[in-house]
């Protein structure tokens, strides 16, 4: 599967929360930060207890895809992340670097 594909598909299974299919397309020793900051997450086990209690706090959370690129092993997502429907909004870039067909890095910016 192509890097745009797997970015596409854990987009598709963080917008449906669900959260097993969200973090099988992540490596094991996946490593989650704040652009340039310090990593917040170290493991798909942490990024899946994150997500786990972002999707029970935020129950119709989406994120809706402004642009993309694609480089290398890099894929750049601009997203704008609804937490709920009249609800806060608020604009993200993530930065997904790529291993062996998985996310192994993901930076984001706000």
Known sequence: MSNLAVAQRQLDAYNAQDLDAYVSYFASDCV????????????????????????????QNK???????????????????????????????????FKDGLISRVDFAK
């Open 63 to 97: 994120a809706e895809l402004k642009n993309r690129i694609a480089v290398g092993n890099t894929v750049v997502d601009h997203e704008l992340v609804i937490r709920a429907p009249g609800g806060e909004q608020f604009e993200i870039i993530a930065i997904y670097t």
């Open 32 to 59: 989650v930060s704040g652009l340039n900051g310090t990593p917040t997450e170290t493991s798909r086990d942490a990024i899946k207890a994150r997500y786990a209690k972002a999707f029970a706090q935020f129950p």
